[in-house]
């Protein structure tokens, strides 16, 4: 299994923008598919965007879609969250997720229990 290392958050102003981090350390990276998930102040943890081992699929949550985007640099092994026009509503501790997908390579995956690894979280903090 990977392990997970979540960096980026902070606090920024509605409106802004930020760049969520999770660095990815073990074997075959690239086998593994990715979300990003969160989790408010006294509400459960919620799926915020997922990514596909090959890269090629994409899923985000109402919420976050046309705002947030999810990428991966296989060389590196890191995945991005890029959230841009952030809303109070968006403030979390976001986290990073992985299950390893090597079969099938553009599936994607909404629901946290499907997810094997977890990072520590980053806090994102946005103000009004």
């Known amino acids: 299994q990977v392990q997970l290392v979540e960096s980026g958050g902070g606090l920024v102003q509605a409106g802004g923008s930020l760049r969520l981090s999770c660095a990815a350390s073990?074997?075959?990276?690239?086998?593994?598919?990715m979300g990003w998930f969160r989790q408010a102040p006294g509400k459960e943890r919620e799926f915020v965007a997922a990514?596909?081992?090959?890269?090629?699929?994409?899923y985000f949550a109402d919420s976050v879609k046309g705002r947030f985007t999810i990428s991966r640099d296989n060389a590196k092994n890191m995945v991005y969250l890029q959230m841009n026009t952030l809303k109070v509503e968006d403030t979390a501790v976001y986290y990073c997720?992985?299950?390893?997908?090597?079969?099938?390579?553009?599936?994607?995956?909404?629901?946290?229990?499907?997810?094997?690894?977890w990072g520590q979280g980053t806090q994102v903090t946005v103000s009004s």
């Open positions: 073990g074997r075959s990276f690239g086998s593994y598919a």
């Open positions: 990514l596909s081992s090959s890269g090629g699929s994409t």
């Open positions: 997720a992985a299950r390893l997908s090597p079969q099938y390579i553009n599936a994607v995956y909404r629901n946290g229990r499907e997810y094997v690894s």
